[in-house]
């Protein structure tokens, strides 16, 4: 079983609507959870962090539920700009500093 | 301006001839790491440095070499490159791994070995 696993989508959605994706992970002493994106094989940047209250970044909503090794993303009222590739990113344990990423789910807004 | 550079940024070379992909960060980041990128498999660690002449295996060392002789550089060296490291890789480097530390890529050297 892979250590981070996404589905690779794509979803596609209209301009406005809302999208939202998961992604699971295998080791149950992972302490740090990312969201980034990825834009056409460049380099990934991060979108946001993963806290365990929740977080949100104006139209992105991020969820951790430990209790079944999931985060989510939630993007509200999506524009074309937010089309992309978004990795799913999880640091192993607090004595591993090892980075795993998941394959990716791409996300296109038509307009 | 804060940057991690990588060079080259397209390299084709042939099976066995050792090549070296450079790596370098001006943030006085500790961690620095190598990933490669395939298709289906998602960004895949390499090797990662936490500090000065302390590295570390990640989750696909074989037929890598790295070394962190100073803070800012982090070279990635192919010994013997083979057709299978063809791939895209990036260097990124950040303070540590936990939820408040932002990886900060490279832009990414597309390698092509023939």
């Known amino acids: 079983r892979k250590e981070v696993e996404q589905d690779p989508g794509p979803f596609n959605v209209p301009e406005g609507a809302t999208v939202a994706f998961n992604c699971t992970y295998s080791?149950?002493?992972?302490?740090?959870f990312f969201w980034y994106r990825q834009d056409c094989r460049k380099e990934p940047k991060l979108l946001m962090s993963v806290y365990s209250s929740g977080n949100e970044d104006g139209r992105f909503t991020a969820q951790l539920n430990r209790a079944s090794q999931y985060i989510s993303l939630l993007i509200r009222d999506s524009k074309l700009s937010d089309s992309a590739t978004y990795l799913c990113v999880v640091s192993r344990s607090s004595n591993d500093y090892k980075l795993s990423f998941g394959a990716g789910t791409t996300v296109t807004v038509r307009a | 301006e804060a940057q991690v550079t990588q060079n080259p940024r397209y390299l084709i070379t042939v099976t066995g001839k050792k090549l070296t992909v450079t790596c370098s960060q001006n943030?006085?980041?500790?961690?620095m790491s190598w990933y490669r990128q395939d298709p289906g498999l998602g960004l895949r660690q390499i090797y990662y440095?936490?500090?000065?002449?302390?590295?570390d295996k990640g989750d696909v060392p074989e037929g890598y070499k790295v070394s962190r002789k100073e803070k800012r550089n982090f070279p990635l060296i192919l010994e013997s490159p083979s057709p299978n490291q063809t791939s895209l890789y990036f260097c990124?480097?950040?303070?540590?791994?936990?939820?408040?530390?932002?990886?900060?890529f490279g832009p990414g050297t597309r390698l092509t070995v023939l």
């Open positions: 080791n149950s002493a992972s302490q740090s």
């Open positions: 990124a480097s950040s303070w540590g791994t936990s939820e408040t530390d932002t990886q900060y």
């Open positions: 943030m006085n980041h500790e961690y």
């Open positions: 440095s936490m500090n000065v002449e302390v590295t």
